[in-house]
T-cell receptor, first 110, second 112 residues
Framework: GESVGLHLPTLSVQEGDNSIINCAYS??????FIWYKQESGKGPQFIID?????DKRQGQRVTVLLNKTVKHLSLQIAATQPGDSAVYFC?????????FGTGTRLTVIP | ETGVTQSPTHLIKTRGQQVTLRCSSQ?????VSWYQQALGQGPQFIFQ???????GRGNFPPRFSGLQFPNYSSELNVNALELDDSALYLC???????????FGPGTRLTVT
């Protein structure tokens, strides 16, 4: 079955530094990936997505990198702010549905 | 534009009881997916509805069932509740031609 895992369960960064959150996936046939942010007491919020025919996509302060060779994707957050503190999930589309990893808790230190 | 809403926000049930959770999709979205999120875990896909028909199902037993209505709102029903059913239940809607899902705030179900 699908397996989407994260390398680190927690990540602490200083305010203003860049953050990198990593994710490994197991299904080489997956063709679409999404990063979500989930704040306490809220549902996941869409951040950015990427299709398998791309290796990089940029948004506002965020960049997603996809390495299909090693089945790895990462989320980079530039100039991390206190409001970025949350749990971040990568999700993989497989058989027309999304499968989520366990999540990484990002804590921004003022 | 109204986002995805869910009701109730919190619910406490006893083992063996039945529960119905409700979801109103975002305006213009005809696809609704339901997820179960246990504490400290990522959301796990339960099933998806598209135009009132089930359109995919995860690894959940038949006592988890659902409905989608003509206005694209949806219900999740769980029969014979078990303690392990305690979780945050999330509803997400999307346009039929997109996998970009928009989540509601969830319903926190506690089974005692």
């Amino acid at each position: 079955g699908e397996s989407v895992g994260l390398h680190l369960p927690t990540l602490s960064v200083q305010e203003g530094d860049n953050s990198i959150i990593n994710c490994a996936y197991s299904n080489s046939a997956s063709d679409y990936f999404i990063w979500y942010k989930q704040e306490s007491g809220k549902g996941p919020q869409f951040i950015i997505d990427i299709r398998s025919n791309m290796d990089k996509r940029q948004g506002q302060r965020v960049t997603v990198l996809l390495n299909k060779t090693v089945k790895h994707l990462s989320l980079q957050i530039a100039a991390t702010q206190p409001g970025d503190s949350a749990v971040y999930f990568c999700a993989e589309k497989s058989r027309d549905n999304l499968f989520f990893g366990t999540g990484t808790r990002l804590t921004v230190i003022p | 534009e109204t986002g995805v809403t869910q009701s109730p926000t919190h619910l406490i049930k006893t083992r063996g009881q039945q529960v119905t959770l409700r979801c109103s999709s975002q305006s213009g979205h005809n696809t609704v997916s339901w997820y179960q999120q246990a504490l400290g875990q990522g959301p796990q896909f339960i099933f998806q509805y598209y135009r009132e028909e089930e359109n995919g199902r995860g690894n959940f037993p038949p006592r988890f069932s659902g409905l989608q209505f003509p206005n694209y709102s949806s219900e999740l029903n769980v029969n014979a509740l078990e303690l392990d059913d305690s979780a945050l239940y999330l509803c997400a809607s999307s346009p039929g031609d997109s996998y970009e899902q928009y989540f509601g705030p969830g319903t926190r179900l506690t089974v005692t």
